[in-house]
């Protein structure tokens, strides 16, 4: 399993043409083979929120929430804050590791898992 992250800037214009600052855009997808796209299939889990982010301030308010398809698929967020693009990146990452680990239990069931302590 590899995450793909890609990170974007646009300018943002005015009205008039004059600058306004910049928009960052952060994109993430997490490439699954195929054992873990039928894994997920079976268990209808592509709905599942593997990580979520919440802002709430007064330039911005985002919530946004990764789940098992939306990573799978590729997903896509936009900012005015380089930090809260840091933070989602941070997101992004945890929401893929939560991916492996829930496709890792998924795959135990009905079965058994030997861990030696």
Excluded: P, W
């Amino acid at each position: 399993m590899k995450l793909t992250i890609r990170r974007n800037q646009a300018d943002v214009k005015g009205v008039f043409g004059g600058h306004k600052g910049v928009k960052f855009s952060l994109y993430g997808k997490c490439s699954l083979d195929e054992g873990e796209r039928a894994i997920i299939a079976k268990y209808k889990v592509g709905d599942y929120v593997l990580a979520e982010y919440q802002l709430k301030a007064k330039a911005e308010a985002l919530d946004f929430k990764i789940t098992v398809n939306g990573i799978a698929n590729g997903q896509t967020v936009e900012t005015g804050d380089i930090n809260t693009l840091l933070d989602l990146e941070k997101s992004m990452k945890e929401g893929c590791k939560n991916l492996k680990n829930l496709l890792k239990v998924m795959a135990t069931f009905g079965g058994e898992e030997v861990i030696e302590i």
